[in-house]
């Protein structure tokens, strides 16, 4: 990245990127009576050519982010949604290869996944327009193109999971702040934010199957969650990212951020209570402050891409 | 409820109310290997004799807040969990029956459900101690005794539900402000808010299965939704409390608040491009303002004892 | 209210409402180059004859949500906002006289104070166009008419306030899940949520001053929260009610619903360190659980009106 | 950063860090009956020699999260909080220099700010111990440490301002899927996110006046938000940045995400009113989608490091 000086001060322009974000399109296709239903929260975000509109305020180089905003919706029409990472690419390709200031295109897509409400219609057949909201996890993808290269980082957040058992924490450093008991039967539990960036960058090569790429990394990412005997937060979040890379060729890198969302085992005694873990306890579910454990898994040979930072604490 | 008169001063208090709000208990119990998991979030609220607490801050008659989230997690050890109606049930006889000065106490309590994960343990066993959030409603109860007469009323929210066809809004009052046009085929979605009271008031007698009329009650009201040809949003509210009345028994009465989620049908034309919703249409899922429908649904000769405002909007 | 019979099901309709909430209507006048400001969230819920809406999806009756919220912006422009409550006095006035099937209507308005921000134009001259929201708390009013009678109920909400001594909590009920330690000095701390009752009814009457009533009853209940020296949440709460009963003439009823935001002293003797209030201290800001303390005070010969939950934990 | 290879798989560990987020920190200070507050949300972030622990689970080089949250608490006693930039310069020192695992401390605070209520107490003295929470932004800092170089970004966040009038928007770019029309008067509004990275590095060298520069880069950024005449939204950014550089000499770098928050002028014509921004209009205030718009601002010279995204949409 280069910053280029303003005509009259000693004062220059970075890194930049606008565009319309949190555009919220719902796509209903119909086959026959059969509705189907993508829901997206797409934001825009564009670089290139800017340095005008930022020391003088010409927007001759700018295409208005209500504009970006409209494409949007009429790329939902026009192209349809197969997968958010299909429908992102679209977008990329079309605002840098279609307006010659823009000279890269970032497009990040929430997706919220819907599934059937059982019904039967006045006419006796089962009804298949009615939805209701999964709500578990939020998935997550990332389409960056700068005219040649495509990068396309997807994932997930909002995913909360807990073991009640298998879980350990001892054998750590103590100093004079230390006050942390060891334990050897804890309930380990995260909400799970992760991104996973893909090998595919050359628009030429065949791309992905989005959709199974993702339905198949995370059943990965919360089998290795469920099957790791846990000493340490770090050493489950490796191998959650371990198996994903074993198991998913397309991937080369994941990054974590996991909260640590602690359950203490309250203290009963008073009351004339055990507590113990080994009978079944009652645990305090806290909010803050939590561990935050953030690290990124790669595959041997694969530089690391994918931002430090998934959150802002 | 009556007001009392300050010893010194022209001004009454009026009805109140303290405990612990947003105990977060988690129980887990174990058969084996084979784990089992509740997650409430459990709120206190007591009334009775208080008066000279507000006019002295005399605490005599005051069981602090503290105490009230100990036992909370106290008879969760001791009573277990079986449903968030039973547990509430359990606190709120405690707090009237052991206490004096307590003549009425309200329990209410937000339940968080999983799911388990699978996975194959180190020894070849199928894991059962990994649990996902579902993510999907929150289920609700809120249970009130003054010592003599139970009222339990239970309910969800956070439940997203959309019909993509079988909606139509026409016939309507036009006044010199409406500009909005008819329409035989929209999207209808909402969020569905929900109370639903049971008939059940005497402790003496047996009690529903409180986690059986949930699913139950849940599933109709969604095969509701989903089946009822729609004229307005008011007419599938009054379907999905008339199903419930109609199919459960237990229950005398229900509220609700229903956000009619606008999905706008956007106007493609300037591009060149048809968007019919016959064809499958792309819309704009707006955020604010919203349409808001509320109405009680009530069985013939029960009366209406849900407060009207589920919402402070 | 009446309960209405459905023509062929054994089911009834109960209160009901309906309307578009959240319209975020903002309102500048210009007095020159001096500009003002006013940030409105409006939100309408209209009741009246609406069974046929219910039963049959008939929307003869129905003025739809979309002109009620058109409504507010257009007398935005017609009537101005001269406050907050003069606002949804004209919105209440204008749906119960002008549409026959509506018998009622409830206007619900939070307001976001702005502050100016300092600045000279190319002018030379002060800039008065240019303004920083405050952010502190936000201003709340409810406005119900029913063609006959007025209620107006203002209040706030978000409003942190903090006591770093003349707070004490001893002399309560211990019972065997008591373990909380008596203290006779702590911080005190709450997020107020306020709500207060006009005595003004009849339209007829001149109304009070609503922009000044409101900053005098902040005033005089901040001014409670600071000057009582407190044994209790419950005596601060009925102290700031009480102040503004005595002071405010125009209002007769006050619903405060205060959670204890707790401030725990932090144990440092491992560390070799003393914690001591008297010192200044080191605290811990918890989240949950926190108490909750709600109470009315009133005037003496009013009657309650506010309903008890301003929440709904 | 070097990626370590695991000892049995082809799978590499990339970047890592770990700590206590969101430590809820609370100091008062007492001069005699005159009390001062400091209201800080501290989170930990350590790097370092961590590869065991994410490989085999062996804690031997960990300091636990919890360690990180006493030093915290136990810090804010020992040292005081004079600024939140001291403060996390002290507590990032601790971490690196007292553990010869961890090479690295990133220490992120919030700081809310705390104003005076007014009261007189019941000796006729100004009280001098009650507090309102301010509301407006929060304050940020994050101090970097790696043993030899400082790096403190502070900045704000959550900031609200609107100018209603001097802002054009016109002449940029169409394509066929613009729509928007030009306007020479609109409402600029934004919520400014901003970070500002300090020349200081070198522990040696005396350090800024952290609190006298929050003040005033604060001041000179809203004060060019007030006297920018705008054209384009990242023309009144790179204005703000430009101030900050010219003024503010222990600034080298600075990184606004300004979205764009739409008032949108409402059609009144159907309803026979002009709705003309000379004359003091009435606007929407929309939600989404919104314009975001990012820039750098660097004085000449330096070198970009604060991470595009503050954001993560």
Redesign the interface.
């Known amino acids: 990245?280069t910053?280029h000086?303003?005509p009259a001060?000693?004062?220059?322009?970075?890194?930049?990127?606008?565009?319309?974000?949190?555009?919220?399109?719902?796509?209903?296709?119909?086959d026959g009576t059969t509705?189907h239903?993508k829901?997206l929260?797409v934001?825009v975000?564009l670089s290139g050519d800017?340095d005008d509109?930022?020391?003088?305020?010409?927007?001759?180089?700018?295409?208005?982010?209500?504009?970006t905003?409209?494409?949007v919706?009429?790329f939902?029409?026009?192209h349809g949604i197969e997968s958010a990472e299909q429908f992102g690419i679209h977008l990329a390709r079309h605002f840098v290869t279609?307006?010659e200031?823009i000279h890269r295109a970032r497009i990040?897509i929430e997706e919220y996944a819907?599934e059937r409400?059982?019904?039967?219609?006045?006419d006796g057949e089962e009804?298949k327009?009615?939805?209701?909201?999964?709500?578990?996890?939020t998935r997550l993808t990332q389409i960056t193109f700068d005219g040649e290269r495509w990068e396309v980082v997807s994932g997930l957040k909002?995913?909360?999971?807990?073991?009640?058992?298998?879980s350990e924490?001892?054998?750590?450093?103590?100093?004079?702040?230390?006050?942390?008991k060891e334990t050897h039967d804890r309930?380990l539990a995260t909400e799970v934010s992760a991104r996973w960036r893909f090998g595919w960058t050359d628009g030429e090569q065949p791309a992905p199957d989005w959709n199974e790429s993702y339905e198949q990394t995370k059943r990965h990412m919360?089998?290795a969650?469920?099957?790791t005997?846990?000493?340490?937060l770090?050493?489950t979040?490796?191998e959650m990212?371990?198996r994903i890379?074993?198991n998913r060729d397309e991937i080369d890198?994941v990054?974590f951020s996991l909260?640590?969302k602690h359950?203490f085992l309250?203290d009963?005694e008073?009351?004339g209570?055990k507590?113990d873990?080994?009978?079944?306890?009652?645990?305090?579910?806290?909010?803050?402050?939590?561990?935050?454990?953030?690290?990124?898994?790669?595959?041997?040979g694969?530089e690391?891409r994918i931002?430090?930072?998934?959150?802002?604490?």
């Open positions: 990245m910053a000086s303003s001060r000693p004062v220059l322009l970075g890194q930049n990127q606008y565009g319309k974000a949190e555009n919220r399109v719902v796509r209903i296709t119909r509705h239903i829901d929260n934001s975000a800017m509109v930022h020391y003088s305020g010409s927007n001759a180089n700018v295409l208005p982010t209500d504009t905003k409209n494409t919706f009429a939902a029409k026009e279609s307006q200031p990040r819907w409400v059982e019904g039967t219609g006045a009804i327009h009615s939805f209701v909201r999964q709500g578990q996890e909002d995913l909360v999971v807990l073991n009640s058992t298998n924490f001892w054998g750590y450093v103590k100093d004079k702040y230390t006050t942390l309930i919360l089998r969650f469920a099957e005997y846990s000493l340490s770090q050493q979040l490796y990212g371990a890379i074993e890198e990054r909260p640590n359950h309250v009963l008073p009351f209570l507590n873990t080994a009978d079944g306890a009652v645990y305090l579910a806290a909010d803050r402050p939590y561990g935050l454990i953030e690290a990124t898994v790669l595959r041997d694969s690391a931002p430090a930072d998934l959150t802002n604490l």
